[in-house]
């Protein structure tokens, strides 16, 4: 990392600590938490009493790290929910509540095949960092956070759809649900990946965004042989405008196969989306016209759909990475540890061919076919990490593209910003 703008990795005992990885990596205005089990850290076991106690616990594993780097609940930008059994999200909904009795972030609630220590549920925190990690920089300061709800998009009393703060757009996941009628809309995986991309749009049309101001996309399917007919979708919608169009950008990306999802739907699409005109107070020259950086190159795996890293500010978003090497385009042999090593090999040469290095990393994102192999790619992770200074999320999942083993995606901090349009 260049200069003085470094990743500030802390933790706290009153939370799970784990050796490889920090439970808060903070970058710029933003402090990424890692996904918290319903570990007790006073006995490092996950807690009896069903899903209403292993929640309770994974709020309060969230709460004490943002207290213990001085800040509130209502400092959180986004929640990510995993589950096993969506029939559980009553419950869950109900601690929920009790951490966000008013201000409700955005918000993303996926079930997944596998958790690990066999719990039913972990969550994830995004959490504002008002003071930033740049020495002296001119945003430095109590920044405001922003919110916004639609009508024409779907409301929730359980999530805001976007929360701005610093230089990002957080939204919340979107169902394919029609706003007009609060139903599914009729069709497949095409259509109803096109109404989630509607409802996105809808989102940032209401905040003056432009749609092709997303720099990352999560897809969540419950059937990977639906991928076909989303892309048919996600193409109509990306890239956006002509300026888009004559460059080819495609904001990066990750898929994921999910077990369920709300309402019963086939797909759940979330957006990460830059906000050039920044949350005050911020200097104007800090704050406006900064440019997205796209960025791919021929040292790791291309698609048409999505760029390797698309930078924003001060962070560089990674696509997921499987365990392919670009030399031959085909996955790697030799089981999962080989994959998580070709996936982390990827990964390092997508942020070096952009003058990062790999401790710039602020979170990692997992997702496993069996974490009972997690033994053998953290052997790899630590080799890439050694100083344990990113965050961290690890996801069993039934099926991965390719039939791969584990694939991985990242967040980095980008110590130079993007520069403002000339």
Not at 33 to 49: C, F, H, R
Not at 116 to 143: C, F, H, K, Y
Not at 178 to 184: A, K, N, Y
């Amino acid at each position: 990392m260049s200069g003085d703008n470094v990743v500030v990795a802390r933790n706290t005992q009153n939370a799970p600590v784990n050796p490889l990885y920090a439970q808060t990596a903070a970058f710029s205005h933003y402090n990424n938490l890692s996904a918290q089990l319903p570990v007790d850290p006073a006995t490092g076991k996950v807690v009896e009493g069903g899903i209403e106690a292993q929640a309770l616990q994974c709020f309060e594993n969230i709460k004490a790290v943002v207290e213990s780097i001085d800040h509130v609940m209502n400092d959180v930008i986004r929640i990510t929910v995993f589950v096993k059994d969506l029939k559980n999200m009553d419950a869950v909904d109900a601690v929920y509540r009790q951490f966000f009795p008013t201000y409700v972030p955005s918000r993303t609630v996926v079930a997944v095949a596998a958790l690990p220590l066999d719990a039913d549920i972990q969550v994830e925190a995004l959490v504002s960092n008002g003071e930033g990690t740049i020495p002296n920089a001119p945003q430095a300061g109590d920044l405001l956070k922003y919110t916004n709800n639609t009508a024409a998009a779907p409301l929730s009393d359980l999530s805001t759809q976007s929360v701005a703060f610093s230089h990002y757009n957080n939204i919340t996941a979107q169902l394919p649900v029609d706003p007009v009628t609060g139903q599914i809309v009729v069709g497949g995986a095409k259509e109803q990946a096109a109404q989630c991309l509607k409802n996105i749009k809808s989102i940032l049309t209401s905040i003056d965004v432009p749609f092709d101001d997303i720099v990352k996309v999560n897809v969540f399917l419950k059937d990977l042989a639906d991928l076909d007919a989303v892309n048919e979708s996600y193409t109509r919608f990306f890239p956006d405008s002509g300026i888009a169009r004559a460059v080819g950008y495609m904001p990066a990306r990750t898929v994921v196969e999910a077990t369920d999802l709300p309402l019963h739907a086939l797909v759940q699409i979330e957006a990460v989306v830059s906000h050039g005109d920044g949350t005050p107070p911020q200097a104007v020259e800090d704050r406006h016209g900064l440019i997205v950086e796209a960025s791919s190159n021929a040292q790791a795996p291309a698609s048409a759909l999505s760029s390797q890293t698309v930078a924003f500010s001060h962070y560089n978003n990674i696509s997921a990475q499987l365990g392919i090497d670009p030399a031959t385009g085909a996955l790697v042999g030799g089981g999962t540890k080989a994959e998580a090593e070709q996936c982390l090999k990827n990964i390092k040469a997508i942020i070096e061919s952009v003058d990062h290095v790999m401790e710039d990393a602020v979170k990692v994102n997992i997702f496993l076919k069996d974490l009972a192999d997690l033994d053998a790619v953290d052997e790899v992770y630590a080799a890439f990490f050694p100083k344990a200074q990113a965050a961290r999320r690890v996801v069993g999942v039934n099926t991965l593209p390719m039939d791969a083993h584990v694939q991985i995606d990242a967040i980095f901090g980008n110590a130079e910003g993007t520069p403002p349009v000339k």
